[in-house]
């Protein structure tokens, strides 16, 4: 039980009343220890003052003014006495106290019984008014929240990856030495009224690309980004409920779908404590955009006790919207540019199951994410040839679920389809392709220690399975393959290490290249 509060306070609220005048018989038969209820202030004499002061000085159970000592040379009103055989009550146990001192305490609890009920009340009172308010109150000022996460790792094997028709060098390992690399992301986040949002983040960081080493965007990490050691702003965004349906979210910079819908991945998403690969934290067609834009989320339905519900998402996002040049072939500007929009219906049937449905229409993207074949007319990074994704319109389809049929284990996965065509700069047949992947995620928590996550990835990457009208396109072949195996270690709450391994087989939907495999440890810093 916390201190009580204003004990002056209390005993100015509460009326003193005059002891009655003893007649001369009284004084003749009254014993020598005066019983407390009849007086309003206990006198350092009394036995009550006399034993409380004997327990506080055995027990310890107040301190008393602020320099240590308990001052029993002045008389106490009830409710002080009270408060401090209060503070007793809550000390004392039947485990240690002798029997003596445990029958002086219930005297004294039967003799201050009245003052003891008014002062736990009032002080039950205050303790539900302070939670209410520790519940209801909000930040106005700017918190602090980073990540660092320290990355070493290797290509193991294989040599560079050649486009699909081509035949590789079946040379020496791909020429790169171990790395040791970084990420820092602080995160200034500021609350206006409590349950608003906005987020400025600067990043630095040194991570390569291995899609540059390997040949292959299949061989990316999660995390890689290179900022040549220099913080920049890697996020900015602002986001409030509107109502107790509808959610807002306005992005400045680094839009991209993920971080604002759902993306059915939830053990895995993570860059600094989920899939280490780029692929397999979720269905590529959540990266489009990466500019400015607005999300719009609306419950349609919602069943809490069953954990069941219905969400519509709406969201817009253009790439190039901080750039007003008019150019050719007209991708800037925030609406009449590049852009991405998105349609995401969520329905969760159960507590243990959510499926996303998902539409986005695209203009002047790519339909990869960087995640797909690369370096060749007719990759899922250049499905039209010319690299020329500046003049390609898509129509992008997904679907995704996760389930987890027991608190353990969990199943994720998804299919991503784009039908990608050219709508400018072209003559004769419209150049077009269809560009699919899929991936199934299986992750187990807690499997030998609270917050350790055991995960295992299998997919393929996007890939081309139909080239129409594109000019030295070796074909669709859809072949390619992803697989991802990795632990997360927690070392303590704000620290975890990652081992992993990725494996990709015929990068480059091409079997004559040989397979390739990352060694990575990722560890994480989190405060």
């Not at 590789?168 to 602080?186: C, F, Q």
Request: proline share 6%; with cysteine; hydrophobic share 40%.
């Amino acid at each position: 039980m916390a201190q009580v509060p204003a004990v002056a306070d209390l005993e100015a609220q509460t009326p003193r009343l005059p002891a009655p005048a003893p007649s001369l018989g009284m004084q003749r038969t009254m014993p020598q220890v005066t019983s407390v209820n009849q007086l309003s202030d206990v006198r350092p004499t009394d036995w009550a003052y006399q034993a409380l002061a004997s327990l506080v000085e055995k027990y310890g159970c107040i301190a008393g003014y602020p320099d240590g000592t308990f001052r029993g040379n002045r008389a106490a009103t009830r409710f002080e006495m009270a408060a401090a055989l209060n503070a007793c009550l809550d000390v004392i146990s039947d485990r240690f106290a002798s029997k003596e001192d445990l029958a002086t305490l219930q005297r004294l609890a039967e003799e201050f019984s009245s003052e003891l009920a008014v002062i736990k009340g009032r002080v039950t009172n205050l303790e539900g008014r302070v939670a209410n308010l520790e519940a209801t109150q909000f930040s106005t000022t700017t918190k602090l929240r980073a990540s660092v996460i320290f990355n070493v790792s290797d290509v193991l094997t294989g040599t560079r990856a050649v486009a699909a028709n081509a035949v590789p060098n079946r040379g020496p390992t791909i020429e790169d030495n171990p790395v040791a690399t970084y990420r820092a992301r602080l995160n200034f986040d500021t609350s206006f009224y409590g349950k608003d949002v906005l987020r400025v983040r600067i990043q630095a960081a040194n991570m390569p690309n291995y899609g540059t080493v390997t040949g292959t965007n299949m061989a990316r990490l999660s995390y890689d980004t290179n900022t040549g050691g220099q913080f920049t702003i890697d996020d900015l965004y602002y986001r409030t409920p509107l109502t107790n349906r509808l959610f807002l979210a306005f992005d400045a910079s680094a839009g991209n779908f993920d971080k604002n819908v759902f993306t059915f991945n939830p053990l895995l998403q993570s860059d600094e404590t989920g899939a280490i690969s780029r692929f397999g934290r979720f269905n590529p067609l959540y990266r489009f955009g990466g500019g400015a834009g607005l999300t719009l989320r609306y419950t349609l339905l919602e069943n809490k006790e069953r954990g069941t519900g219905l969400t519509l998402n709406l969201s817009y996002q253009a790439p190039n919207a901080a750039n007003p040049d008019r150019n050719t072939p007209n991708t800037n500007g925030l609406f009449d540019g590049a852009y991405a929009a998105l349609a995401q219906l969520d329905w969760r049937p159960a507590r243990n199951l959510a499926m996303g449905f998902t539409y986005v229409r695209s203009f002047g993207v790519g339909v990869a994410g960087g995640t797909g074949s690369r370096g060749f007319a007719g990759s899922a990074a250049d499905p039209i040839g010319n690299n020329d994704n500046a003049n390609a319109a898509a129509d992008n389809f997904g679907f995704q679920f996760t389930y987890r049929p027991i608190q353990k284990f969990n199943i994720a996965g998804w299919v991503g389809y784009s039908n990608v065509y050219q709508v400018q700069g072209f003559t004769g047949p419209r150049p077009e392709a269809e560009v699919l992947n899929w991936a199934a995620t299986f992750a187990v928590p807690d499997i030998w220690r609270k917050g350790d996550v055991l995960g295992l990835i299998i997919g393929q990457p996007p890939q081309t399975i139909s080239v129409r009208n594109v000019s030295n396109a070796p074909g669709a072949t859809f072949n390619s393959y992803h697989i991802e195996g990795l632990y997360r270690i927690p070392i303590s709450r704000n620290i975890s290490i990652t081992p992993g391994l990725i494996a990709v087989v015929n990068s480059n939907s091409n079997s004559n290249n040989a397979p390739l495999l990352l060694g990575v440890v990722r560890t994480t810093f989190s405060f």
